[in-house]
């Protein structure tokens, strides 16, 4: 058996990603506020950023980091469909397993921040939720 340091697990912890979605006004307030409040009072570390289409149409390099950094990445946006596009729009495909997108133009507030915090990967195959 290896010993490990403490508070290190053999299954990294996602890394978590907040798209406020400033431009597209397309998520509702409401849910965009109460997520990202939960996400700040959590104590686990995230990215926020202040839109992915915007970042994709600059092919921000972000996006390419983001993308390419190992590990599992959890992702609070929009549509996964439409994710997954602007970061291969970008130049940056998101890796098909590993990465769980919530959509929170449809889904409360409350089931995407458990989605974001749950102690496991999401169980569906393409890694996105519904």
Same mark, same amino acid.
């Given at each position: 058996?290896?010993?490990?340091? $403490? ?12 798209? /406020? ?16 409040? &939960?996400?700040? @009072?959590?104590?686990?570390?995230? @990215? ?10 600059? /092919? ?13 990445? /959890?992702?609070? *946006? ?5 994710? /997954? &596009? ?21 889904? *409360? ?15 569906? $195959?393409? &890694?996105?939720?519904?």
């Amino acid at each position: 058996m290896t010993d490990l340091p $403490p508070n290190t697990t053999h299954d990294p912890q996602p890394r978590l990603l907040y798209c /406020r979605c400033a431009y597209a006004q397309v998520v509702p307030e409401d849910v965009k506020d109460e997520v990202l409040a &939960g996400l700040a @009072e959590s104590g686990r570390a995230f @990215e926020a950023v202040p839109d992915l289409c915007e970042m994709a149409a600059r /092919r921000d390099p972000q996006l390419q980091q983001l993308a390419s950094e190992a590990g599992p990445l /959890r992702i609070a *946006a929009c549509w996964p469909r439409a994710v /997954r &596009g602007l970061f291969s729009q970008a130049g940056a495909a998101l890796p098909k397993e590993g990465v769980e997108i919530h959509n929170m133009r449809t889904d *409360a507030a409350a089931d995407v921040l458990a989605g974001m915090q749950a102690a496991s990967p999401a169980s569906s $195959p393409s &890694g996105d939720t519904p």
